[in-house]
């Protein structure tokens, strides 16, 4: 499996996952517009060819946000998520963001526990964020830090 940067040529697939994965799928326009910011990076799991599961951030000075994360459904709960947040967590930093932070679906317990693992707090509730619920604000701060280096490294030892 290989984790690189998203390219044009893998929107139609990373719709197909978006289509599974989300209530609200965003839309082929939306990405394309998406990977085209210059503040924006996204990122693709493939094998063989195939894209497993795709995730995207944004900076903004020493903050980034995580704008999504996804996995084929037949590739879920085999640490492909945390090698995707991990990756964008390592782009993050390279580009001197200090803070992460993200919003989840109050009922999304996977994406919770996941985040959990990565040092995302709860900080928050967005009312109404989503069109049928509500979001959990998270945020991860001093990812800079050599304390939040100890939190990635067992993760990272797991990924590899």
């Known amino acids: 499996m290989t984790i690189r940067p998203l390219l044009d040529g893998d929107l139609d697939s990373v719709i197909e996952v978006e289509a599974a994965s989300f209530v609200e799928p965003w839309s082929r326009a939306l990405f394309a517009e998406e990977i085209a910011q210059p503040t924006r990076r996204y990122i693709t799991a493939t094998d063989a060819g195939s894209v497993l599961g795709y995730g995207g951030i944004m900076l903004v000075g020493e903050d980034a946000h ?30 001197g963001a200090r803070h992460l932070t993200l919003e989840v ?27 049928t619920e509500d ?22 030892a797991e990924a590899s």
């Open 105 to 131: 679906r109050e009922s999304n317990t996977a994406a919770l526990e996941l985040y959990r693992k990565f040092g995302f707090e709860p900080a928050g509730i967005r009312k109404g964020y989503y069109t």
């Open 135 to 156: 979001a959990v604000v998270m945020w991860a701060v001093d990812i800079d830090s050599a304390d939040y280096e100890v939190t990635l490294a067992p993760i990272r």
């Open 66 to 95: 995580v704008v999504t994360l996804a996995v084929e459904p037949e590739h879920r709960e085999k640490g492909l998520a945390s090698r995707l947040l991990m990756a964008l967590i390592d782009i993050a930093r390279a580009n």
